[in-house]
C-alpha cells in the first residue's frame, strides 16, 4: 500500500517563529488533507489540496502531486499552535481510504 | 465544531465485554468512516460505509463490527475486548467526490479504555 511520511517527527520552537512540515507519498493521490491534532485529541481540518497552493491566515500548503509531496507552512507561530499534525493521501485502488502518515508533533514554547 | 457527533465521549470497561459507539455524520453526508487511533499504530482505517452499505474495509478485527443505519447514523461494535482495544476512535463524514473520498471531517472522538 502507499507509504506516508512525515518529517521532523519533532518540532520545538519559539512563540513567533516559522515552521515548514513536509508530508511524502509513494504513490500518485487525488486526495490529500492535512490536520491538526490539538492536546484535546480533536482532528482539526486544516487543508483539502490534493495539488495547488492554499493559503488560510497564518497558514499555507502546497502540494506538488508530480513530485509526490505536500509542505505545511506556519508563520509567527504561537502556543495554540502546539499539536500533531497529520497528513492523509487517499489514492483509487477499488473504494479509497485515506492513509495517514505518522504525524509531526509541534511544541511552541511562549 | 466538524458538525460530526460522537458518542460517548470516553469510555471505560474491562476485558472480555462488548461496547458500541455511535456516530453522526454531518448533515447531508452520505460517507461515514471509523479510524482507530492507539499510541503504538496512529491513525488507522477501520471500515467506511456509504448510504447504508459498507464500501471499504481497513485492518478491521473480526471481533468488531460496524454498521451504518437509513437515518445514516453509524454504529461501531467492540466485543470480547482486549486491553491491546484501549484507543480513540474517530468517526469522519463526508460527501465522496465519485471515487475520491473527498474531504473528511472528524468527530471529537470516543477514547475507550480496557482494563
Known amino acids: 500500500g502507499i507509504q506516508v511520511e512525515q518529517s521532523p517527527p519533532d518540532l520545538i520552537l519559539q512563540e513567533g517563529a516559522n515552521s515548514t512540515l513536509r508530508c511524502n507519498f509513494s504513490?500518485?493521490?487525488?486526495?490529500l488533507q492535512w490536520f491538526h491534532q490539538n492536546p484535546w485529541g480533536q482532528l482539526i481540518n486544516l487543508f483539502y489540496i490534493p495539488s495547488g497552493t492554499k493559503q488560510n491566515g497564518r497558514l499555507s500548503a502546497t502540494t506538488v502531486a508530480t513530485e509526490r509531496y505536500s509542505l505545511l507552512y506556519i508563520s509567527s507561530s504561537q502556543t495554540t499552535d502546539s499539536g500533531v499534525y497529520f497528513c492523509?493521501?487517499?489514492?483509487?485502488?477499488?473504494?479509497?481510504?485515506?492513509?495517514f502518515g505518522q504525524g509531526t508533533r509541534l511544541t511552541i514554547n511562549p | 465544531d466538524s458538525g460530526v457527533t460522537q458518542t460517548p465521549k470516553h469510555l471505560i470497561t474491562a476485558t472480555g465485554q462488548r461496547v458500541t459507539l455511535r456516530c453522526s455524520p454531518r448533515s447531508g453526508d452520505l460517507s461515514v468512516y471509523w479510524y482507530q487511533q492507539s499510541l503504538d499504530q496512529g491513525l488507522q482505517f477501520l471500515i467506511q460505509?456509504?448510504?447504508?452499505?459498507?464500501?471499504a474495509k481497513g485492518n478491521i478485527l473480526e471481533r468488531f463490527s460496524a454498521q451504518q443505519f437509513p437515518d445514516l447514523h453509524s454504529e461501531l461494535n467492540l466485543s470480547s475486548l482486549e486491553l491491546g482495544d484501549s484507543a480513540l476512535y474517530f468517526c469522519a463524514s463526508s460527501v465522496p467526490r465519485g471515487r475520491n473520498t473527498g474531504e473528511l471531517f472528524f468527530g471529537e472522538g470516543s477514547r475507550l479504555t480496557v482494563l
Open positions: 492523509a493521501v487517499g489514492i483509487i485502488q477499488g473504494a479509497q481510504k485515506l492513509v
Open positions: 504513490d500518485s493521490v487525488n486526495n
Open positions: 460505509y456509504y448510504n447504508g452499505e459498507e464500501r
